[in-house]
């Protein structure tokens, strides 16, 4: 962003005969419906997600040293460069997220999507990841983003609301899905740390030394 301003403090106007021509391509469905250019590609990059994610044993790697990265490199994980890969990929993503939407927009300025970083982490959190590490679903994120269009649109069409109530109500439910995330890590814990009691009582029971002390 920063560069940005560096090249030009206004908007600038894409003019490129060949990006324009990108950018008003349709692709037409039945009667009058059609696609964008733009929905094509996020389709292509939402199942090239869920393929990786769920499918491959690169994601199961990021999985794995999401829930315990030490435990990872215990396995023989490779931990740094999966780490490398997932840093590139995000890279590769953001750039390819700034090319969608100067095609929606054909200029470009440097106050574009400011604050979008609130709404990525928001539609993250709402759509089940959580924010420790190791549990998450490209599809749950696909639903977080719908969750906050949703109510965008809503906040839009009231009319009498501003629209920084968009950023408010999404920061609330931001903090709620934390909250319930904070709860439900608590409660598996729990959990885990009774179960482990009761797997370690048996065997303590069953030595004569321990029944002994006791």
């Known amino acids: 962003r920063g560069m ?4 030009s403090t206004d908007a600038i106007t894409i003019s490129n005969p060949f990006y324009r021509a990108v950018a008003l391509f ?18 292509v990059v939402l199942l090239a997600a869920l393929y990786l994610a769920h499918l491959t044993r690169f994601g199961r790697t990021v999985y794995a040293i999401g829930g315990n990265e ?6 023989g994980l490779p931990v740094a460069r999966t780490k490398i890969l997932v840093y590139t990929l995000n890279g590769f993503c953001s750039a390819l997220a700034g090319v969608v939407f100067s095609i929606y927009m054909l200029s470009g300025y440097g106050l574009y999507t400011n604050g979008l970083e609130l709404d990525a982490i928001a539609s993250v959190v709402i759509g089940g990841t959580m924010l420790t590490g190791g549990v998450g679903y490209v599809i749950g994120t696909v639903f ?4 906050q269009g949703l109510i965008q649109t809503i906040i839009m069409f009231q009319g009498t609301l501003n629209s920084w109530w968009t950023k408010i109500v999404i920061g609330l439910l931001t903090l709620v899905f934390i909250g319930l995330q904070s709860v439900f890590s608590a409660q598996s814990r729990t959990r885990k740390a009774a ?3 009761r797997d370690t009582a048996p065997v303590a029971d069953a030595d004569p030394v321990v029944a002994a002390r006791q």
Do not use: H, W
């Open 4 to 7: 940005c301003f560096v090249i």
């Open 26 to 43: 349709r692709i037409p469905l039945f009667g009058k419906s059609f696609i964008s250019i733009n929905v094509v590609i996020v389709l």
């Open 70 to 75: 030490q435990s990872a490199l215990l396995m």
């Open 144 to 147: 977080g983003v719908l969750i």
């Open 195 to 197: 179960a482990r009691r």
